[in-house]
Every structure is written in C-alpha cells, then in structure tokens.
C-alpha cells in the first residue's frame, strides 16, 4: 500500500507542475487579443489604400478581416513575424479603399491560445468619405455690411490648401492659394489684400489635399455678393474758407464724418496738381473728435504765401478711396504773419541803422558766431557786431578800408572765395558811398575783405552805357540812387544773355528820381560791371494815397522753396521809413504784387513810432524767419535794430 500510494503521489504531483507550467506559459503568451489602432476615423477621397496597425501579442498568425455593408472585402492570414516587430504589426492590404462605411477586426491562431476569432470583441470602423467641397458662408448677398475689403468665410475641410477666387462682371479680380493655417476646426477665414469696387461679384474655392488631389470647384458651389455704392457722406469744411488771411502755419478744421483717415491736399491753383504744396493723410484717431477734425500745420512745415485752394479726400474700409467728397473746396490767403519781438541790439553809442545780416552754420569757417551783422551809423560809419543768440551781441568793430562814408551796406560771405582762388575774399560789401555823386553810378561802391571788417580794393561801380542803373538824367525813377537793396551771388552761373538769373551776381538796387525811391534790378558778371534789366523798375512808387505812395526800397528779397519770391521793403508817403511792405513774385522777381503793410509808424508802438523800415531777412534753418529792422522811437533819437519772427 504504501507503495503505490507513492507512484500515485508523484503521478499527481507530476500533472500539477505540468499544469502549473501551462498555466503560466498561457499567462505570458496574453491570448486576450491584440489592441486595435487604426485605421478608424473618417478619411476623404476614394480608390487610395489603407495601412492597418494593432499591437504585438500571443498570435502567431493573424487573419485580417474586413466587413462593408455590402459584404466582405478583405479576409486574408499574415504570418505575425513577417508584419510585427516585437511592440506593434502593420499591414497594407494591395486594395484601394472606395467611398463606404468599413468594420475590422482580428482573427489569431498561435500554440499557446489556438484559434481564436475577434478575441476580446475588439473592433474598429472607419469611413471613407467623398471629396466634396465645403460650404461657402460669407459674403453673399447684397448686405450693407460687405465693404470693399470684406472678409471670406467658408466650412472647415481636409484641403491642405484652398485657392480663393473671385470675379466681378469684367473678370476675374483675386486668385489666392492660402494654406490651412488659416483654418480651424470649425471655418476657414481670410481677409485678403484687395479691394472691390462697387459692382456685382462672384466666388468660390479650389483645392488640394493629398488624398483629393486638385479639386476645380468642387460640386459647382459659389456665392454672389454686391458691393454696393457709397453715398456722399456730407464733408463740411469750416476753416479756412472764403478768401481769409491765414499765417503759413494754417489751423485746417472740418466736419467728422467718419472716415478712417483724411488727405488733405493744398494747392496753389485749383485742381492744378503742378502747383500741389501740400498732400497727407491723416488718421481720424489722432486729429478727429466726434464732432470735428483739426490740422495744425508745425512751423518746420510753412505753407508758401499767396492764394491756396484746399479739399479733402477720405478713405474708410467701407467705402475705400472717395476723392473730395461733396466736391467741397476751401481758399485762403496764405501770408507770412510777424510777431514783433522789439528792440534786440542798441548801439554803444550813435545810430545802428540799416542792417545786414547773414546765418552761417558753419560760423563762417569757425571764425565768429553764426549770426553777423553789418550796420552804419549814418555819418559814413560801419561796424559788424555777432551773436549765437540774436539777443546778446558782441562788442561792435569798426570797418576799415571804405573811405569814412559807407552807408546802406549789403554784404554777402562766401566760404569759396566766390571763385577768385585762395587769395580771393570771403567776404563783398556794396554801399552807397555818401561821398560820389548821387546821380551817377559812382554813387555805388564796393570793396572786399577776408574777415568782413577790414576792407580793400573799394571801387565805383561801373554800368553799361545801353542798359544803366542811373542814368544822371534831371528825370526818372533812376535819376540817382541810394545804394543797394539786396544781392546774391550764384557761382555756377552761365553768364550769358540778358535773363538776370543767368549771371554771377544780382542786384536789387535803388533808384530814386531825387524826391521818390523805388527798386530796379541789374546784374553782372564781377560785381563790378552791371547791366540794368530791361523792364525796371521791377517795384516801382505805388503812387496816390498808398502807404508807400512815394518810397519802395530797401529790404530783403528771399526765395522760398516752391518757386516764389518775397520782397520785404521800406516804404513811405512822406519817407522812406514810414514802414514795411511785402509784395510777391511769382516770376522769378521779375515783377511784383504788393500785398500788405507789415508794420507801420501808426502802429502805436512806442519804439518804432517815428521810424521803422530796411528789413533785413534771414532763414537760418529753424523753421521761422527772422527780420531785423531799423527802429526810431519818440526818445533819444537814435536809431536801434528791432527783430520780428514769423511764423510767430
């Protein structure tokens, strides 16, 4: 007994290990089935193949299956280590998938777990779905909400890439591919850079994807839309209009109508856009409040002086670009404005009258300040005091070298010598020479200088004999003369024919009958040499009850930037200091409209209440114009320089 119950012992305890080892082995070998992984889903486009992929587990070999509703397509065994690698399996079926709703799942055979069909129930679908093209939202229609800039918004696709197209009645007017960044989940929106004019227009989508292709319209879809016209959006400009006098700086104010932005365009003859001085947009947001838009023109931009015109032209996304709506145009006098700033240099002792002054950034090669001005003293006297500041002057040199009777100086620098070489002068003065005959061209002298205080080489203007500045006769406007008004020197001149312009040096001068003044013009080649222009005098005695009835002389002509001339001059009644005038040239100072009295000895202003005239005008650069002038007040009798800015 004891015996075989140990055979049976050992009999059963040999089938437990044996089970045991089973058991485990089949534990390790996982026959739950494998994980599905894809495809599922929904894809686009038929007739392409499909790759299948699940995770590794016991099954040695693996029959894919594949159900439509229609009937199976697919049942096919695979050799697990031939389509697996350890971790996953993957297979790619040589058919193409068409259009249709799909189910797949496993069927396993290995030696631990036998055959085994769907093991664990797992199964996956997929969809393979049409190429169609998405729906088409915006703009459609003929909505007061499409602008000329409107905003396309179309259903979200699997198109990697969407060409936009549109076309209006002429044509097509936009062709775009746009890639799907611009898409999200639900839409695709783009605005793009164009613009639509009022009209009836058309649109639709491409596209392209890897499993479409290049799709032309889709299923025929497209939407129409109208941009419609703008209507006259009511502009009202309220300054300045009617003809006013403004400064060169203008304040420009009108209505808000609800543009974007505004250009505002000023011209100096209506609709002439030869002649345009200033054309700039401007945004609503920085100029406008609910009410009222405003431009205030900065000094460093000043309009030049005369009659200008000016419009507006408005932009907004709604309407685009509409050119001088309600077809509004305002005019106004542009002028130079001065604000007197009073007296700024008095003489040590004596008269300072009839100034000349010149800015020169560079003080005049590093030698004085920049701002140097030449003055006589009325006994044939002349001195040159200098400044950075224009109110704190230098102690006064007296000028050598012109003879003790210089008066009415005009002096021009010229950091090249004005061409005659190292050894030529930096420096020329002209000056009516209070020792000559008046009524001869000896009465006009000249001189050089390296340092603009001591002169040489003075001499007496010579003139030709067939076009004089003074003819000496007991008659004429040019009978005689007191001298220079203005000059310039142009060292790239021709110095040919008789256009003035076309030689080295031109003169302003005056001319006087021995009672009245008035200004002729001449020019040279030397500065020595003149001949006078054909038509003088070129600002003549203004004649009847005019401020200036009977003087007209002395001053500053200045050229400014848009081809305009500006005279400022001396005038008078009963002398030549009774104030100062402006008249402009737009010929190039060939002839002269006066405009105004600038200042006046009736004023009521204490220190130019007997004299004020011989403006002297600088632009040194800064945006505003300065004007020294002789002064003469009720006391002390003594001349001073006063200065006056403009703008102001």
């Not at 696709?157 to 007017?173: E, F, K, M």
């Not at 775009?176 to 164009?194: E, L, R, Y």
């Not at 003088?536 to 401020?547: D, R």
């Not at 002839?591 to 600088?618: C, E, K, L, M």
């Amino acid at each position: 007994m004891p015996r075989i119950n140990n055979k049976i012992c050992r009999i059963v305890a040999l089938y437990v290990v044996v089970g045991c080892l089973l058991a485990v082995q089949a534990e390790a070998l996982d026959c739950s089935g494998s994980d599905l992984y894809a495809p599922q889903g929904i894809f686009f486009g038929s007739g392409s193949k499909r790759t299948f992929l699940w995770d590794q587990k016991a099954a040695e070999w693996l029959c894919l299956q594949i159900y439509m509703p229609v009937g199976w397509i697919r049942s096919e065994w695979f050799d697990a280590s031939l389509i697996c690698n350890g971790d996953n399996c993957t297979v790619t079926p040589n058919r193409n998938f068409s259009v249709g709703n799909y189910w797949w799942w496993l069927t396993t055979w290995s030696n631990a777990c036998g055959y085994q069909i769907q093991p664990g129930g797992k199964i996956l679908n997929f969809t393979v779905a049409p190429c169609s093209s998405p729906a088409l939202y915006w703009p459609t229609g003929s909505s007061s909400a499409i602008t000329i800039t409107p905003t396309f918004k179309w259903a979200a696709s699997p198109a990697q890439w969407t060409q936009l197209q549109v076309a209006s009645s002429h044509g097509i007017v936009f062709f775009k591919w746009f890639d799907a960044t611009i898409c999200t989940a639900d839409n695709c929106t783009v605005k793009p850079d164009m613009l639509l004019w009022p009209d009836n227009y058309t649109w639709w989508i491409n596209t392209w994807s890897e499993t479409c292709g290049y799709q032309v319209q889709p299923d025929g879809k497209y939407l129409n839309f109208t941009v419609a016209a703008c209507t006259d959006p009511g502009l009202v400009l309220y300054e300045p209009i009617g003809g006013v006098t403004v400064s060169q700086t203008p304040t420009f104010k009108w209505k808000q109508i609800g543009a974007q932005q505004y250009m505002l365009t000023v011209d100096r003859v209506s609709g002439d856009n030869d002649t345009i001085v200033l054309r700039k947009w401007y945004n609503a947001a920085d100029i406008c409040n609910i009410d009222n838009c405003t431009v205030i023109l900065p000094p460093e931009s000043p309009l030049p002086t005369g009659t200008v015109y000016w419009w507006l032209n408005t932009w907004n996304d709604a309407c685009g670009f509409l050119a001088q709506p309600s077809g509004n145009l305002g005019y106004c006098s542009i002028d130079y404005i001065w604000k007197d700033l009073g007296i700024i240099y008095t003489a040590p002792s004596g008269t300072a009258y009839y100034p000349s002054v010149i800015y020169d950034a560079g003080g005049f090669g590093n030698t004085r300040s920049k701002y140097a001005m030449w003055y006589t003293d009325g006994n044939g006297a002349a001195f040159l005091v200098t400044t950075d500041n224009v109110s704190s002057w230098s102690t006064p040199d007296n000028m050598t070298g012109l003879g003790g009777h210089a008066n009415h100086v005009q002096v021009l620098y010229d950091a090249n010598n004005f061409g005659l070489g190292p050894s030529g002068p930096k420096y020329r003065i002209w000056y009516w020479d209070m020792n000559a005959n008046l009524y001869d061209i000896s009465a006009i002298a000249t001189a050089r200088s390296s340092d603009g205080v001591h002169w040489n080489n003075k001499t007496a203007l010579t003139q030709d004999p067939a076009a004089q500045l003074v003819n000496g006769a007991g008659v004429g406007w040019n009978r005689g003369s007191y001298g220079p008004v203005y000059l310039f020197y142009q060292p790239g001149a021709l110095n040919t024919g008789t256009d003035p312009w076309n030689h080295s040096y031109v003169m302003y001068y005056d001319g006087t009958t021995g009672g009245q003044e008035a200004t002729g013009l001449a020019y040279s080649t030397d500065g020595l040499y003149w001949h006078a222009y054909t038509a003088n005098p070129v600002l003549p005695v203004e004649g009847g009850s005019a401020w200036d009835a009977n003087f007209s002389s002395y001053g500053t002509v200045y050229r400014d930037g848009f081809g305009g001339m500006h005279y400022w001059y001396s005038g008078g009644i009963t002398q030549v200091g009774d104030g100062i005038g402006y008249a402009y040239s737009a010929d190039n100072g060939m002839t002269w409209s006066r405009r105004h009295n600038i200042f006046h000895i009736s004023d009521g202003i204490a220190y130019r209440s007997q004299r004020v005239y011989t403006p002297s005008v600088i632009d040194d650069g800064s945006g505003i114009l300065k004007m020294f002038y002789t002064a003469l007040g009720n006391t002390g009798g003594l001349k001073k320089i006063g200065l006056a800015v403009s703008p102001p």
